[in-house]
């Protein structure tokens, strides 16, 4: 069983945050595992994405106390399970911590190892791509924990 799962994008607002919290809330609050995120070039101390967040709400998530906070080394060795959003993000993880390479998956790997692309200051649409994208992988690793 994973204990410390941690999910990586790159600014920390957008995909990463809503990963967190559906996967949080689609475990329930007896799984016992710690659910988190990170972003490789973080925008450290700011709070979701207003689009990203308005999504979440929409399906009944919430997410409004989350802080974005930059990835580093010991934030990926002390996790047991490393999800990201697209295969540069394992790349960058990997160089970062290379003893982390083994715990390292695309959020999409059961669905066929899509990147999830990065919605921000796109319209809409892209964020709703995204979420939906994001919502089947979290579906899809629920079978695995």
């Not at 450290?44 to 930059?70: C, I, K, N, P, Y």
């Amino acid at each position: 069983m994973f204990q410390r799962i941690l999910i990586a994008c790159v600014g920390n607002i957008c995909r990463s945050p809503t990963a967190e919290y559906l996967l949080r809330d689609r475990l329930g609050p007896g799984h016992g595992a710690t659910v988190s995120s990170a972003g490789l070039s973080a925008m450290t101390g700011h709070s979701m994405d207003s689009t990203a967040l308005a999504l979440l709400l929409e399906h009944g998530v919430d997410g409004e106390g989350h802080v974005a906070r930059q990835l580093d080394a010991h934030l990926l060795r002390r996790s047991d399970l490393i999800l990201v959003m697209e295969r540069s993000h394992v790349d960058a993880i990997r160089r970062m911590a290379p003893e982390a390479s083994g715990k390292v998956f695309l959020l999409d790997k059961w669905l066929g190892s899509r990147d999830i692309p990065d919605p921000y200051r796109q319209r809409r649409p892209a964020y709703e791509q995204a979420y939906a994208l994001i919502e089947q992988g979290v579906t899809s690793w629920l079978h695995y924990l």
